[in-house]
């Protein structure tokens, strides 16, 4: 199925007044952009329940005694976090801009690129790849050891892929209703009431003006059987031969583990590198002729499932984890 408020579409129509704003924070973030976002239950706190586990009907003969249904649940909460920061300017150097307004507008672009980029990161490792090593070690989970399986990197200089099914109350973005306010994607306000103050960038020695941006987003990961991922990808070494990569059946069996289906709802996420490193699948397979003139070795879906590529990974510093 395809992907419904995403957070390019939220973001979007609830701040109108903004989207310059959003594409900046959303650039250099494809997977962010693209993660269905529901609103939090309470404002920056969101309760939910996590399943547990469930016993359901079945057929019995006639006049048997019918089976006992129960789904146990625990209740739990989490909270958004802060999306955004503080900007100063000295007075001289605002004055050269044409005031601190036009300042802050300049520097927007970059700073809110690595914003999102950060927080993009944050999403990946913090939330997915931490909700499949927990689905890992979930005693209830059945197959659960297939949602967390290592290619064999043993050098702290891995790479991660993360499979991933959004489905709403299950794993999906989250963000607080009251943070868009009057249209806008960022609550903006002048430090000081944009008058001069002594900056905390120059430890209170030279006047300055502030002004601080917020948006309040989290993410939900309330059912550890939607994430899987494969850690320790060593590709480090110059000669192939030598790399860690995962095996085609790996690769499926974290598609399997999250239940993955076709549509758009389940993607795979990765590094480029690693997406690149992954072509030798095709390229093993490839037949050439005398008339062949484009060797596309390339490819973007894994059996139909996407395969999302994002600069956000961390390149090749991963630690080891233990599986």
Not at 35 to 60: A, C, K, R, W
Not at 73 to 90: C, D, N, P
Not at 122 to 144: D, Q
Request: proline share 5%; charged share 20%.
């Amino acid at each position: 199925m395809a992907l419904n408020n995403t957070f390019r579409e939220l973001a979007i129509s609830l701040s109108p007044k903004q989207t310059q704003l959003v594409d900046y924070t959303l650039e250099d973030s494809p997977v962010l952009e693209m993660i269905p976002f529901l609103p939090t239950s309470n404002g920056l706190n969101h309760v939910y329940e996590e399943l547990l586990d469930v016993s359901g009907n079945g057929m019995v003969d006639m006049d048997s005694e019918l089976p006992y249904l129960d789904a146990n649940t625990e209740l739990k909460q989490t909270s958004v976090s802060v999306l955004g920061g503080q900007m100063e300017v000295g007075e001289d150097k605002a004055r050269q801009f044409g005031g601190p307004g036009a300042y802050f507008q300049s520097k927007l672009p970059v700073i809110l690129k690595k914003s999102g980029s950060d927080t993009e990161t944050s999403i990946l490792y913090n939330s997915l790849r931490a909700g499949a090593i927990a689905a890992a070690a979930n005693t209830k989970l059945v197959g659960r050891t297939d949602h967390l399986i290592s290619a064999g990197g043993s050098d702290n200089t891995n790479y991660s892929i993360i499979a991933v099914r959004w489905e709403p109350g299950a794993v999906n973005g989250l963000y607080d209703p009251a943070g868009f306010g009057n249209g806008m994607f960022y609550d903006m306000e002048a430090i000081n009431g944009g008058e001069l103050y002594p900056t905390m960038k120059s430890a209170g020695k030279v006047l300055g003006y502030g002004m601080r941006l917020k948006q309040y987003i989290g993410m939900l990961v309330a059912n550890p059987r939607n994430v899987a991922s494969i850690v320790n990808i060593d590709i480090s070494d110059a000669d192939p031969d030598n790399w860690d990569l995962p095996t085609a059946n790996q690769i499926d069996d974290i598609v399997a583990a999250v239940r993955g289906t076709t549509g758009g709802s389940t993607m795979l996420l990765m590094h480029p590198k690693v997406k690149t490193a992954l072509n030798e699948f095709k390229a093993s397979r490839l037949q050439t002729t005398v008339e062949t003139t484009n060797f596309n070795r390339t490819y973007e879906a894994w059996n139909g499932i996407p395969m999302v590529e994002t600069y956000n990974f961390k390149r090749g510093d991963e630690p080891n984890v233990t599986v």
